[in-house]
């Protein structure tokens, strides 16, 4: 069955695709290719070095400060899903892929990966709380969960992997700002009252003065794998320049039809957008 699915998969950069291109060519599969290339070489000082016998896990589960009290818990979110986890963590349960960081942790770090898309504005019950507000809250739970404390992690970071492009717009900046994750994380607090203003001040406050937040560029991590291991960043290039090439189609089509009113404008797009993807 695994050589089905490779053939499956594979259809996705033919000119009769089985399924949308994005579904392989995509920031997620991106990610993981890459955090399997450095879990098989030494990168010392990078950010994305295995050090400290480091593992990775890809759509894991983090504990939101934030989970249900009671059913039907009005201010509650649910566990958020990171693209990539680097570290010293277990799997609490693979059904639920939940992460469980180490007590004795030296490395955690969490990645979120982007082509052509933002950072995600808010959760059902509150629209201000955006994803780097939501993944720093999420890590200072984790750590407090551990038993340890951010200041026994030396190497704990946040950091979004998107396009060059993207970076140099400022497309991630003001969300990354520790003046943002700040105010939106106190400003979720303060809807609990007095509930949750302990785990702000001892938890949230130490874990964003030690972490380390950043977007970091794909074209900078084949650059750096380029030095060491030439053909391996040729075919990383390759899957990441196609992760761009339909990532860009994607979103093309989907801001063509938010342009049509009605059904037959949607029709009309959708084939517009299905003839431009075989033409190319």
Request: proline share 4%; charged share 20%; glycine share 4%.
């Amino acid at each position: 069955m695994l050589e089905e699915i490779s053939a499956i998969l594979q259809s996705c950069d033919s000119e009769s695709p089985l399924l949308p291109p994005t579904t392989l060519f995509d920031e997620g599969w991106c990610l993981r290719i890459i955090l399997n290339w450095f879990s098989k070489n030494e990168m010392t000082g990078h950010p994305l070095s295995f050090a400290f016998n480091s593992t990775w896990y890809s759509e894991g589960l983090l504990r939101s400060p934030f989970l249900p009290r009671s059913r039907g818990d009005k201010l509650s979110e649910s566990w958020t899903h990171a693209d990539g986890v680097l570290g010293n963590f277990t799997i609490n349960n693979k059904n639920t892929s939940a992460i469980e960081l180490l007590p004795e942790a030296k490395r955690f770090i969490v990645l979120e990966g982007k082509m052509y898309s933002k950072l995600s504005q808010g959760v059902s019950h509150a629209g201000y709380y955006d994803q780097a507000a939501r993944y720093v809250a999420c890590i200072a739970e984790l750590i407090q969960h551990s038993k340890t404390h951010p200041q026994n992690i030396p190497h704990l970071a946040f950091h979004v992997l998107a396009p060059s492009s993207q970076i140099k717009a400022n497309v991630f900046t003001s969300n990354l700002s520790r003046e943002s994750i700040y105010q939106r994380v106190e400003r979720r607090v303060a809807e609990y009252g007095n509930e949750k203003r302990a785990w702000f001040n001892e938890c949230f406050i130490p874990t964003l003065d030690t972490i380390i937040i950043s977007a970091i560029s794909w074209e900078e991590i084949l650059e750096s794998i380029a030095k060491v291991d030439q053909i391996s960043a040729d075919k990383i290039k390759n899957f990441y320049e196609k992760c761009l090439k339909y990532n860009r189609l994607s979103k093309a089509g989907a801001e063509q039809i938010s342009d049509h009113d009605g059904i037959h404008g949607l029709i009309d797009a959708l084939q517009q957008h299905a003839k431009g993807n075989y033409e190319n």
